[in-house]
């Protein structure tokens, strides 16, 4: 066999294992990486009322480095989906748990009443947390019906706290799914070795569960940390007015009279960028925790 | 199915679009078909597509299902979610397959004052109809330009206060009065920069509230910045506007939508509409126009001319829950819907208070005058503070 029929061999072979790949790439090709490309390019222009110029400027990412309003906006969504994720992956963490080694079998049973949950709209679950948070809503009248409160907690609804409460409830299926699923693979007879050994709860969780279901907690930390962080439509139904988030400058940016598009696109870049760079450190800090 | 999967899909879309969200719920619940309105267009003409693009509700889907399929019509709307959506597809690819659409009177009014090609003047000869028009709408200054009509409106309305009656007997003043503390908790915003500027600026006695300059505007901004913390929420639309209200979360919405209180009554509440005495409030009118290339003007004179009769106009102003343009469809509306405007605006020749009332600024800074990207910025800025 010569060399080039043994490439050519390989070549072909990568092909075949390639070709399933194709149509999703395609897709993907088409309609994320073209559209993300255009709006990189669009990032560089300038708008001139009703107007886009094509140009090469960096007027657009001096104005974001330079403003305090979108310095304000970064660090509070990236706090916002910090303190989400936060409370998320360990929630999501704690249930798969549950599900796996405490129902074991019938922890199927409450996976599709999670899923069941991901049948509603998006729209209609974040209405709903408005319908639970209200100032007349089944939180506050529980309270007061129980004699706990006098008045309705005004900081359930239109307020940060909202926005977390009901990205939590949103995303904490997400979260459950790649968890569990993780989970699914650990065998029980690590726990009671270690158990047997006198290995305390948190030790269990530190050396075998964490870091056995590593590969589901970091799909759920991405779900949680980059859904909440760019999400703009929950903080604009039950944020209050001291709720905005930068996704919500982003879009005001696409829409309607003196939106800029070129700012826009030069937002959405530093964002991606930021939260990125974030995620990827989150990435680190969590393994070198669990192999310390 | 697919039409209908379509409408939702389109109205899922288009969510944040203040009125327009009713608009397209009341389409659901006011199946107002017109039968059998005659078409003035020569009928041989007719048929094949009809591009619509423009506010949700505004092709009339409900309205005109007769006539478009009597005269083998095909609509295909579609729905902007901002006022310049139009230009921007036209702009980029959109040319020459764009038929109707239906600005806003100060968009409009933006796009011929500076000549931006986009709509192309309309032959009335071809529109009858519009011989029927209030005279407010006949001659207005934001739909004609060097003695050519560009727009026929078809829909008008304010933006007063909205509030519970059971909370509140009566508006203050002025706007700026919002500050007062026993307004805490209690109010709702639009997220609409222009209309909320506009407002207090109109209250801080500004003679020309759209033509502000940098430190007017920083003014206005520290005013609306008194009244903040008495806001609950700045809702997305004036749909949800309502939604708050409705649940008892704010008791007054600033900028409304007299159509609210209908929504309200359906759920079992009471709003009233009533504006601060002194600053007034500010009025919108949607229109149809024709594009500049259009590839099937027959099809749309004959769609405008339709829905420019009384009946037509009656019954979209109904399923819109807004003004009707017509004369005499006024008297084919319900008092419900027809008592909640202020009428006797459009009865006056030149456009009335909706003619010398400009609420969007301009487009780019002209001299000491700031661009609507600074209102943007500035409302930005307030929402953040």
Redesign the interface.
Known sequence: MTATTGTARRWGEAGVVARPLLPASLFYVVFFAVPMLALFVLSFWR??????IPDLTFDNYEKIATSS?YR??IIRTITVGFITAAIVVPLAFAVSYVMRFVFETRGQVILQLILLSLFSGY?VRI?AW??IL????LLNSTLQWLGLIDRPL?FL??SNFAIVITLTGLLLPLAVLPIYSAMSNISRDYLEAARDLGAPAHTLIRTILVPMALPGLRTAFAFAFLLAAGDFVTP??V???QS?LIG??I???F??????WPLGAALAFVTIAIVLALYFLVMRLIRWVTTW | MKEFLRHILES?LN??VSRRCFIQGAAGLATLTVLGAPAVAEEKKLGGPLNFLGWDGEHGGNVAKEFLAKNNIQMQASFQ?????A??RF?TGGRGSMDILTPNK??QR??LE?K?ELFQPLDMARIPSAQGLFPAFKDAPWLTRDGKTYGIPMIWGDEPCVYNPAKWDAMPEKYTDFADPKYK?ELVLL?D??GNIWLFAKSLGMKEPNRLTAAELEQVVEAMLTV?PN????G?SHG?MA?VMV???ASLGIGGWAYQTLIAKDKGVKLVVGSPAKDGTFFWSDAYALAVDAPNADNAYAFIDFITQPESNAALAKELGSGCTVEKAFDLIDASVRDIYPYDNVRQPGGGILGTQIV??P??PEGDIV???A???AW??Y??A
């Open positions: 708008a001139n009322g009703f107007v886009l309003l304000v906006l729209l209405y408005r319908t209200g100032k007349q809503g005004e609804i239109y604009t139904l944020g209050g007015t905005l919500n400058v879009a005001d940016q829409r309607g009279i003196g939106s800029n | 899922k969510e944040d979610s901002a006022a310049d959506e230009l921007t702009n100060d968009f933006a796009i500076s931006t908790g997220d920069p222009f903040k806001v609950v929420t700045i997305a949800d939604d649940r008892g979360d969007v600024p487009q780019n661009g609507s990207a209102w943007v910025e930005q800025k929402k953040v």
